[in-house]
């Protein structure tokens, strides 16, 4: 069958979304695979992003765009606090302490921006028309945001690979225990990478606030999407967070395209079911230790 | 160590002494509000379930303000604006009595909106009611308000299908029903020469009554309906179906959902550079919101509203006065109707004035014919099986325009009530 311009329209459209979710997800998926904590409050770290750009731009005339880096180092200052102050207390403690902590940090967080912020739903206008990109009319802020997707991943696993830190955040998420033995100072390396995944969620904050609209609710959505996408890939795996991501997207955009929007929904978790039965563990995930 | 424990401990003489002591000490100070409430009387208590969280929060605080508007009116002067012809000797509902309101948030959520209802009538026994925000949560507590049998108006429910052969006794509409929404769109699309509409629309009990009175009033006008479809409530990307409309060359886009659905629609036809003839949505375009988070991007689109702070019902005016005063910002129809909803109750009440005779109440909303400071009002009649479905209010089809270089909402249909041209078609994406 030949791929028809509307189904490759989708599919284009599909991983340039799936690529600003990816931002969100590979941050969730580093916290866990460090430290086995699944952080409920992550989709409360792109609202907050996504609110930082639009008071930056609103009240301050910033660009957007350099917002971008102001919620990445915001971000990743206000994981680092809660990193140290909080959850670092529930590490190696039951998952249930950890998800309920989490749980309490998003409430009082959303809770508090909805009492400051209003409920009121904002969007910030800029980058809002398109262009024609790969035979594509995409949105200029869907290139903007893949953009800055494969600049910070490709950051972030030339960090992981190639950095001191970068090898001993990957060694404590390989073993923790071992790391620990050999003078890895793994308490500092959990904060790193907490305060990083903030960081992530913060620039994808950014992004979101030029492509759909905010409110303080708004994180919930995402953190459902990301965590679906990191059980795809496999959890604590960032290839497979990324991958997943580009699935996650490029299935809600073909379905919402070729069958109903109302399934685009369904078929990405129908993906991720039948990708469970096939391999337990995800896409990339290894086997729980 | 045994007799520090001995210390530490109380005995069983001890103890109930003591708890009568403190039991006695709570009885006399609970007394003091009683000897207060001597000299006042005994607040009337009014419950709401309101959306003040999730999806409809920011819909839901506006007819929480209405309500509470209404609330302070009766409290201060004993009625509301524009009724000042109905009984009333002091401040208070009836016999000076002040109404004290309760709300509490069912997170835009229809179920925990059940538990809510059932909570304000068996536990907190509220005296009346007054409807909660969307047609999903009204139309879920429907069948419990019934059962109670309190008359509680409901202002922020389009949908006809909660009244449509359901008999129902106890809850009148306020709001112009759902099948009218986006009046006159089809008939001026269809006198501007287009022919073919794409209707998309939020899959929730009113976006689909909206949706299906635009498709049936398309099919009537014989323009081609080229996309009918539905998108779940909880979407944050319309690309995919704007995209489809797009596609299809519709020369109309209408439908949408509630604000956010707005506000998405037309960034994701923005950005697909998708530029029909007309684009009509409902709920958003009528709210400041929608053109603070879009700009000059909302020029050209239409969408409808039910009330608007220019119409000239009795208290309108001044209604918009004191909204802006206590809050500080421009009413929409939200607040609007909850305050209209509350005069309805308000009418009954002091007719009858009576509390305890709640079958005259409710027989007084479903038989009176009255305007609010929000629209006309009469329902269909007790023994008809449309009973409380509203059919006197009406609804006005905005436009956003550039006036003296600000951006204005006027009024370009019913053409009784127009404010601004009509400007078609829609000139593009800037």
Known sequence: ?289 | MIIKKKQRGINRREFLKKTATGAAGIAVIGMAPGFAWAGKKEPIRIGASLSLTGKYARTGEEQRRGYELWVEHINSVGYSLGKGDLPHKEPGLIDGRPVELIVLDDRSDPTTGVRLINELIYNKKVDLLLGPYSSSVSNAVAPVIEEAKIPTPIPMASSPKIWKGKRRKWMPQIQPPASLRLPGIVKMAKEKGNKTIAIIYSDAAFPRAAAEGVKARAKKYGLDIVLYEAYPKTLTDWIPIVSKAKDRKAEVLAGGGYLPDSIGIVKAAKSINYAPKIISLVVGVALPDFKDSLGNDVLDITGDADWEPGVEYPGAKEYTEAYTKKYGAVPEYHSAGAYGGAQILEVAVKRVGNLKNRKAIRDVMYTVDTLTIFNAYKVMPLDSPDSGLQTAAKRLLLQWHKVGGKLKKVVIYPPDAVTGKFIYPFRGWK
Not at chain 1, 96 to 119: D, E, K, P, R, V
Not at chain 1, 145 to 170: D, N, T
């Open chain 1, 1 to 289: 069958m030949e791929l028809s311009p509307v189904i490759y329209n989708a599919l284009i459209v599909g991983i340039f979304i799936g690529s600003i979710y990816g931002l969100i997800a590979v941050g969730l998926s580093l916290v866990y695979g460090v430290m086995r904590v699944v952080n409920i409050a992550h989709g409360e770290f792109v609202m907050l992003g996504a609110f930082l750009t639009f008071f930056a731009w609103r009240l301050l005339g910033i660009n957007p765009i350099i917002s971008i880096v102001i919620a990445l180092v915001v971000l990743f200052f206000i994981g680092l606090i809660i990193h140290r102050f909080l959850v670092e207390r529930v590490i190696g403690k039951p998952m249930l302490s950890s998800l309920m902590l989490t749980f309490g940090i998003s409430i009082f967080i959303w809770n508090t921006a909805q009492a400051i912020f209003t409920t009121n739903i904002k969007a910030v206008s800029y980058l809002g028309g398109s262009v024609t990109f790969l035979g594509v009319n995409i949105a200029k802020s869907y290139i903007l945001g893949f953009g800055i997707a494969v600049l910070l991943v490709a950051a972030l696993f030339a960090f992981l690979k190639f950095s001191r830190w970068g090898k001993a955040i990957r060694a404590t998420s390989q073993n923790d225990e071992v790391a620990l033995v050999c003078g890895i100072d793994t308490k500092k390396v959990r904060t790193l990478s907490f305060a990083l995944g903030a960081a992530f969620a913060g620039s994808a904050g950014a992004v979101v606030s030029m492509t759909w609209f905010i409110f303080p609710q708004m994180g919930f959505n995402y953190l459902a999407k990301a965590f679906a996408i990191i059980v795809l890939g496999g959890l604590g795996s960032i290839p497979g967070a990324l991958i997943g991501s580009l699935i996650y997207g490029a299935a809600e955009s073909l379905t919402g395209q070729i069958l109903e929007a109302r399934m685009s929904q369904v078929v990405p978790f129908v993906i991720l079911a039948t990708i469970l039965v096939i391999k337990p563990s995800g896409l990339f995930g290894a086997r729980e230790r």
